[in-house]
């Protein structure tokens, strides 16, 4: 299964951005080896529209099953509801390592 993060920089360390459509980087994880299999740099970031659609086909691409970000806008939610993606906020995590651990622990609140 791939979980995949959205980041501020392409390092598990970088920080957890809380927009999905607009983010800078996804990280990605394998959930089986608990390691990051991919990091993607967004090319729809300064899209004028349709920013979520785009990026959740992206994902789908990509073969993602789980997302995990802040907030998640309407057109996205709908794509991502579409293609079974759940979505989790990451919370109180700071950097994608905390969000994916938090993810594995079970704390956090799913959002779509």
Do not use: H
Not at 23 to 34: K, L
Not at 62 to 80: H, P, R, Y
């Amino acid at each position: 299964m791939k979980v995949c993060i959205t980041s501020k920089g392409d390092l598990p360390e970088s920080a957890a951005e809380n927009r999905f459509g607009r983010t800078p980087f996804f990280v990605i994880y394998d959930d089986e080896t608990g390691k990051v299999i991919e990091t993607i740099n967004n090319a729809s970031v300064n899209d004028a529209s349709g920013v979520g659609p785009k990026v959740v086909q992206m994902l789908v691409s990509k073969g993602v099953n789980v997302v995990i970000t802040g907030q998640v806008g309407g057109n996205a939610n709908q794509g991502l509801l579409t293609a079974g993606i759940p979505a989790y906020a990451f919370g109180e995590a700071e950097t994608v390592a905390e969000a994916y651990a938090a993810y594995k622990a079970g704390t956090l609140t799913r959002i779509v």
